[in-house]
């Protein structure tokens, strides 16, 4: 026989509702699903993985072309770091591979306890809790800390694990405009017998900017709420020692008991963590289901977490020459006229608006040796789309001058000058 033709977007996307299948009205789950896809693809939003054949520090090998990247998190350059590495080695060659089991059976190795007391430390936490990832901690903490009937308040641009988070939690949630702390502040008021989280990023991925931190912990003091911020783009960058965004404000375990924070950025690693109170770490320990029922992360991974821990705290420089990039990049765009949005983090988001025109900008940027990541919607609001410029300390000046230089060559909208390109 000859093999079916693979189902187009449209077609049924299998034969279950032709021979043998039983006459039912129950919906063709993965037909329902092709006909969401066909539809983003409409839309021009279809989204695609590329295999990156080849990483080097800022430099990504693709589809054979050696390009220079400004789309990585890495900012502070430690993910090819040799400490980090010897660290790794070290504990994969004396332990294996996988940690086997989850930290509550026998996957928590000497390592793991040893990375989140140094987390706890940095962050001038009683305690640090790991995760295998952000998304998970996010989710873990949510379910964990709150119940039906509570509240959950939420800055509009925070990272989808934040609202899932609260969904699966089966709470009220109510989302207040972009960094609008009085907003917040009347969304609190509004329920005042509920249990309340005030859930934000510290720093936002997609605008780079940073959450108002003081004011948003004097309105949960005042209205008895509880503040968690996830600060997965401020540690390692931002505040002294690059303990993160809710250092840099100032703020202690009383202000925000929930910090979360991501190993997979900065510090060039994997996973997460959450610090805080030990009441909270313990009992995140009992609840939090994306801690409990998940294999720890490998042993030689904690370890190379740890040794980027000490470098970042360490290599100052690093932020440093991460700061006068930054500059050196808004200088150069300011002067070319061109939309950067307000950021002084190495988030520096150029926006363009519409799906294809950044997608049009990404791809002219690549045809002159630069990687750029197109951010479109859902990912951001209808009308938002943008490049995603990341800078990292592993980039030089001259790599922040080459891509002026192609920033300078994008072809303009046809409105008046100073418009997005
Ligand atoms: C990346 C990110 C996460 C998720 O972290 P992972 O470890 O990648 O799952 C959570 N919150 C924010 C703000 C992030 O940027």
């Not at 220079?68 to 994969?92: E, W």
């Not at 003081?214 to 949960?220: F, H, K, P, T, Y």
């Not at 440093?320 to 808004?330: C, P, S, V, W």
Request: net charge neutral.
């Amino acid at each position: 026989m000859p093999p079916e033709h693979p189902p187009g977007p449209c077609a049924p996307a299998h034969s279950a509702d032709r021979a043998g299948a039983a006459d039912t009205a129950r919906a063709d789950l993965l037909r329902r699903l092709a006909i969401r896809t066909a539809e983003r693809a409409r839309a021009g939003l279809l989204r695609r993985a590329r295999t990156v054949e080849r990483a080097e520090g800022p430099w990504q090998e693709v589809g054979g072309r050696r390009l220079l990247g400004f789309c990585s998190n890495d900012y502070l350059g430690l993910a090819g770091h040799p400490q980090l590495i010897a660290a790794f080695k070290r504990v994969a060659d004396d332990e294996g591979v996988g940690s086997t089991a989850a930290h509550l059976v026998c996957g928590h190795r000497r390592e793991h306890a040893a990375l989140e007391e140094a987390l706890a430390e940095w962050t001038g936490r009683e305690r640090a809790l790991l995760f295998s990832s952000g998304y998970q901690a996010n989710l873990g903490v949510m379910q964990a800390l709150l119940a039906r009937g509570d509240l959950c308040v939420q800055d509009k641009l925070n990272h989808a694990s934040l609202l899932d988070g609260a969904q699966l939690a089966g709470v009220t949630l109510r989302r207040y405009p972009h960094a609008d702390a009085a907003a917040a502040a009347r969304q609190l008021a509004g329920e005042p017998g509920a249990g309340a989280l005030l859930a934000t990023d510290g720093v936002f991925s997609m605008d780079g900017d940073r959450a108002p931190l003081r004011a948003l912990a004097a309105l949960c003091r005042r209205e008895g709420a509880m503040l968690m911020v996830d600060d997965a783009h401020g540690l390692g960058v931002l505040g002294p020692d690059g303990a993160g965004s809710v250092a840099e404000a100032g703020l202690g375990v009383g202000e925000v008991p929930v910090l979360m924070a991501t190993l997979g950025k900065a510090l060039g690693c994997h996973g997460a963590f959450v610090a805080g109170p030990a009441g909270l770490i313990e009992g995140l320990t009992q609840f939090a289901r994306g801690f409990v029922y998940t294999t720890a992360l490998p042993p030689a991974l904690a370890a190379a977490a740890l040794a980027a821990v000490r470098v970042a705290r360490a290599e100052a420089w690093r932020r440093d020459k991460l700061d006068a990039l930054i500059a050196r990049l808004r200088r150069g765009a300011a002067e070319l006229g061109l939309p950067l949005l307000a950021s002084d983090t190495p988030i520096q988001p150029l926006l363009l608006g519409e799906a294809d025109a950044a997608l049009a900008a990404a791809r002219a940027l690549e045809e002159r040796g630069l990687l750029v990541g197109a951010i479109r919607p859902p990912t951001v609001p209808a009308g938002g789309a943008r490049l995603r410029i990341t800078l990292s300390a592993a980039h030089e000046e001259a790599h922040v001058d080459r891509l002026l230089d192609a920033l300078a060559r994008l072809p303009r909208a046809p409105a008046a000058a100073g418009a997005p390109v």
